[in-house]
């Protein structure tokens, strides 16, 4: 599964997709695609999917027979989570519109301010991050105040 930075420039080896008739690569007449993004504010709690506005029926970029992908670069706001592709063809000018669909993830660079839930800081409430990954803010746990390690999805790795 490809997975992207926020800010970070889609390329043909990311998300991507071939096209086989008979086992053989081949160029659909029309290829298309609508990236949807998460709908939940904390990653990976619930899989649900919304188009994003500027991502819907787009032209696809052609990169060789049968290779198509995606002309996206990932905003540097955008959630971090799960995000879903659904890509639209048609065979021949006469054809069906046909689709299929993968998934890829957005993640963080560790260098940005952590946006984890974290567990309640003895206040009733959950710290929110705004310190950076890896090191002690204080006011996050990203890494430090309590001892937990998080990955670039924002989950605990140290349990």
Same mark, same amino acid.
């Given at each position: ?58 032209? *696809?970029?052609?990169?060789?027979? !049968? @290779?198509?992908?995606? %002309?996206?670069?990932? $905003? ?39 946006? *984890?839930?974290?567990?309640?800081? !003895? @206040?009733?409430?959950? %710290?929110?991050?705004? $310190? ?28």
């Amino acid at each position: 599964m490809p997975i992207l930075y926020r800010g970070e420039v889609n390329t043909e080896d990311k998300i991507k997709s071939f096209f086989y008739l008979d086992d053989v690569l081949f160029d659909p007449y029309l290829v298309k695609y609508t990236i949807y993004e998460p709908e939940d504010e904390v990653p990976y709690t619930r899989i649900q999917f919304s188009p994003m506005k500027d991502q819907i029926e787009k032209d *696809a970029l052609y990169y060789d027979i !049968g @290779h198509f992908y995606a %002309d996206w670069t990932v $905003g540097n706001s955008a959630k971090v989570g799960l995000y879903k592709i659904i890509w639209i063809f048609k065979v021949n000018i006469d054809s069906e519109y046909c689709s299929k669909a993968s998934t890829f993830n957005i993640v963080r660079d560790l260098n940005e301010a952590c946006e *984890a839930i974290h567990p309640p800081s !003895g @206040h009733g409430v959950p %710290d929110v991050g705004t $310190g950076t990954g890896g090191e002690q803010c204080g006011t996050c746990s990203c890494q430090g105040n309590n001892g937990l390690i998080r990955d670039h999805y924002g989950r605990i790795i140290n349990f």
